[in-house]
């Protein structure tokens, strides 16, 4: 099993919709969890932190679920400028603490 | 530029082959990451420093891949013997350890083609 599983894309939705993505980790020691944004042939780039609570950042809201080791992204009102790859990331301090990556969920708005 | 700086941006290599990349990381970071990245798949850990120390190897490494970061400052990452498998996009990326608050600042990459 991977140590960071995401949705399998790619999502393809019109200008406007809600668009939701999920991740799962396998660590149950994860202490920190992000989500990235990675436009076409471009650098992997920080969205979000994702904090016990939720955290919300204009249409991005961000949950965590310690219970099930799942961490979703919803995205409101879907703009063109959104279509890019999103990586989900856990960082598990009693692995040292590095950063581990999912295998990205594409997501493509169309107008 | 104050960002993480990769160099070369593009290699062409033959198989068998050795080749070295450079990475040059914001200044006052003190963990430096290598990631590998092929076409569809998110970044897959190959390595990290915090400051000249190498916390971890992937496992998925083999011997043919060695890095360092002599000073704690740049890092380089040495393939020998390329094989066409490991053509990918080799990142770097630096970052403060703050704990729980850690975050990931990239360099563009280098994109190795093995032929």
């Known amino acids: 099993r991977k140590e960071v599983e995401q949705d399998p894309g790619p999502f393809n939705v019109p200008e406007g919709a809600t668009v939701a993505f999920n991740c799962t980790y396998s660590?149950?020691?994860?202490?920190?969890f992000f989500w990235y944004r990675q436009d076409c042939r471009k650098e992997p780039k920080l969205l979000m932190s994702v904090y016990s609570s939720g955290n919300e950042d204009g249409r991005f809201t961000a949950q965590l679920n310690r219970a099930s080791q799942y961490i979703s992204l919803l995205i409101r009102d879907s703009k063109l400028s959104d279509s890019a790859t999103y990586l989900c990331v856990v960082n598990s301090y009693n692995q040292g603490g590095k950063l581990i990556f999912g295998q990205g969920t594409e997501l493509s708005v169309k107008p | 530029d104050t960002g993480v700086s990769q160099d070369p941006r593009h290699k062409i290599t033959k198989r068998g082959q050795n080749v070295t990349f450079r990475c040059d990381p914001i200044?006052?970071?003190?963990?430096l990451y290598w990631y590998r990245q092929t076409l569809g798949q998110g970044p897959e850990f190959l390595t990290y420093f915090q400051n000249e120390a190498q916390l971890e190897k992937s496992r998925l490494l083999s011997d043919r891949f060695s890095a360092e970061r002599p000073k704690g400052s740049f890092s380089t990452l040495e393939i020998q013997r390329t094989e066409q498998g490991d053509s990918a996009m080799y990142l770097c990326a630096s970052s403060i350890d703050r704990g729980r608050d850690e975050k990931l600042f990239f360099g563009s990459g280098t994109q190795l083609s093995v032929l």
């Open positions: 200044s006052e970071h003190n963990r």
């Open positions: 660590n149950s020691a994860s202490q920190s």
